[in-house]
């Protein structure tokens, strides 16, 4: 009988790997280490989730009733470029915990590349392949828990996959150390999250570059919030705000928290503000991420001039965008 990780492995065939691999920014043997942590990751989430009866029942929801349509088309967004955010962030906080960013940034460390669009996929394929387990073996919320324990402790027994263990377990732990560590911001660490994305906004708005500069200084400034959370400790308040990178969840919570440029720099000044204060040795490299992120998205493109002849790397209002954050952040 197919066990659930082999039915995860079975939807990433070589040329899928090799597409993502090309999208990534990683070679197809460092797509399958990734993949080899994340399933058993979410395998463990789930058969957490599915110990209580409430949460069996979740999951038993969440569960995709027949065909792939959903994992094939977020497939397709990272072949074509666009990427992917995290998948309905409600399930995969319910899976993996507040601590999500430092586990994601916790494998990403380990891999060598930002892992949270394979994350993306592998949750549906997690879920497609519990669903067909439920199918063939005639499961139901008061027999899934048990099946999904088995599925987990065998796995982690199994002493081929002692180094996927471990990556599994490094990321674990890094994400009960965040939640920990979120839990101490209160209410304070939404704009400590936020910061990044408001900095961007602020500088990518002072001066438009068009749809093809903006597209590049997003995909810029993401590269950059992901280089930062991958060097630094998973379980710090980098790697616990921005081991997932900038996504689109996070844009759409800039934009509800901040409608205007006065309130894009009050969510930076509040988050290195919180930072300063709960977390001082932590301080300057969280001031860091935030300007690598501004500096990286102007950079990207250049402005004026014609077709990108004769325009200059950073324009002038983008100057004064980084000054001010500079000054904020000073």
Not at 11 to 28: N, R, T
Not at 218 to 245: E, H, M, N, T, Y
Not at 247 to 262: F, H
Request: no cysteine; charged share 15%.
């Amino acid at each position: 009988m197919t066990s659930i990780l082999e039915s995860i492995a079975s939807q990433f065939g070589p040329e899928i790997v090799g597409k993502l691999g090309s999208a990534l920014g990683a070679d197809a043997g460092a797509v399958n280490k990734g993949l080899g942590a994340l399933g058993p990751l979410l395998l463990n989430g789930m058969s957490s989730l599915a110990g209580t009866p409430s949460g069996a029942e979740q999951l038993m929801k969440a569960l995709p009733q027949g065909g792939s349509g959903l994992l094939s088309g977020l497939l397709g967004s990272v072949f074509s470029g666009g990427g992917t955010s995290a998948l309905g962030g409600g399930m995969l906080s319910s899976l993996l915990g507040p601590g999500i960013n430092a586990v994601s940034a916790s494998i990403s460390r380990a891999v060598g590349f930002n892992v949270a669009p394979l994350l993306s996929l592998a949750a549906p394929a997690a879920l497609g392949a519990v669903a067909k387990m439920v199918k063939d073996r005639g499961l139901n919320a008061g027999s899934i828990g048990s099946a999904l324990a088995a599925e987990k402790q065998a796995f982690f027994d199994d002493p081929a996959q002692a180094e996927s263990a471990a990556l599994v377990k490094a990321a674990l732990a890094a994400g009960d150390k965040a939640a920990t560590q979120i839990h101490g911001y209160g209410a304070e660490w939404s704009r400590v999250q936020a910061a990044p994305a408001a900095a961007l906004m602020l500088v990518a708005t002072s001066d438009l570059s068009g749809p093809v500069g903006s597209i590049k200084e997003v995909q810029a400034a993401a590269k950059a919030l992901s280089d930062a959370a991958r060097k630094a400790d998973p379980a710090s308040v980098i790697g616990a705000a921005f081991g997932s990178g900038i996504d689109t969840d996070m844009m759409k919570q800039v934009r509800e928290l901040a409608p205007t440029k006065d309130k894009l720099i009050e969510i930076v000044k509040a988050g290195a503000s919180s930072v300063a204060a709960k977390d001082p040795a932590h301080a300057g490299a969280y001031k860091a991420a935030i300007l690598s992120v501004a500096q990286a998205a102007p950079e990207a493109s250049k402005e004026g001039g014609f077709l990108g002849i004769g325009g200059t790397l950073v324009s002038k209002d983008e100057q004064a965008a980084l000054d001010q954050l500079r000054a904020v952040l000073s």
